[in-house]
């Protein structure tokens, strides 16, 4: 048995649930080993982060690009920073690393956005031996969507993985933290459902969803997906303590 966190950052309950369903699914864990927090309003604070043996970081809507930071995604930042001071396994996916990459300094803009289909991811050498990663092929094919992405990443954070249209598909941001800009939590399943909750997005034209999501059928996920079943084998294994990166040193200038 494992017992992780998903937390999702959406104001759509249906999107919640299937967020939360394909975590279960692609991550091959029993329902009973997810616990859901939703952070859809400013009231809404994360609780009780150190009784879990992992986290994961759902995708959002939100971006760090945008011109202004409504009260509720300023709210949203400073929740998900204290994930980074946490000694426990953390997964962040999509809206995530462009998050980490401000949040510790980097620059995010909207040159590398990818519309909603099929795209490429290849390790770096730092992926090809990284504890999350490491089990890999050099190439391998994930779903995506995505406006912004991440330009430069911040102090500390290291490259795992590259692609041709976007240039930082996953990184480590210390110790315990990981993001990808693809989804490893989507499989045919979860992306045909995630496309239908953002017909209006702007992630791709609503009248391109039926040839979009059949294309799709072809795409291979297992590698992506098999990120997720590898996070909780580390998040079963994990001992607290034995981080090498002091605390204060974590979360950079942004």
Request: a negative charge; one cysteine or more; hydrophobic letters at 35%.
């Amino acid at each position: 048995m494992v017992s992780l966190l998903l937390i999702s950052s959406r104001q759509d309950p249906a999107a919640c649930a299937s967020e939360f369903h394909d975590v279960v699914r692609t991550a091959g864990i029993s329902s009973g080993e997810l616990s859901h927090q939703i952070v859809d309003s400013t009231l809404v604070t994360l609780r009780d982060l150190n009784s879990y043996d992992g986290i994961i970081v759902g995708g959002s809507a939100l971006n760090v690009t945008d011109t202004t930071h409504s009260p509720y995604q300023q709210h949203v930042h400073r929740e998900l920073e204290q994930l980074l001071t946490l000694d426990i396994p953390t997964l962040f996916i999509c809206f995530g690393n462009t998050y980490l990459a401000d949040l510790t300094g980097g620059s995010v803009t909207r040159d590398y956005g990818e519309p909603a289909g099929k795209t490429w991811v290849e390790l770096t050498e730092s992926g090809k031996k990284d504890l999350l990663t490491a089990h890999l092929p050099q190439q391998f094919s994930a779903y995506t969507g995505h406006k912004e992405a991440v330009k430069e990443v911040g102090r500390g954070v290291d490259i795992l993985a590259t692609g041709p249209q976007c240039p930082v598909q996953m990184v480590r941001a210390n110790d315990s933290t990981w993001a990808c800009q693809f989804h490893p939590d989507l499989d045919h399943e979860g992306m045909c459902a995630r496309m239908g909750f953002n017909l209006t997005g702007g992630y791709f034209s609503p009248e391109d969803f039926d040839t979009i999501t059949a294309e799709l059928a072809s795409v291979s996920t297992s590698a992506a997906n098999s990120i997720m079943k590898r996070f909780v084998e580390i998040a079963q294994e994990w001992t607290p303590g034995t981080s090498t990166i002091p605390r204060s040193s974590r979360i950079g200038a942004r």
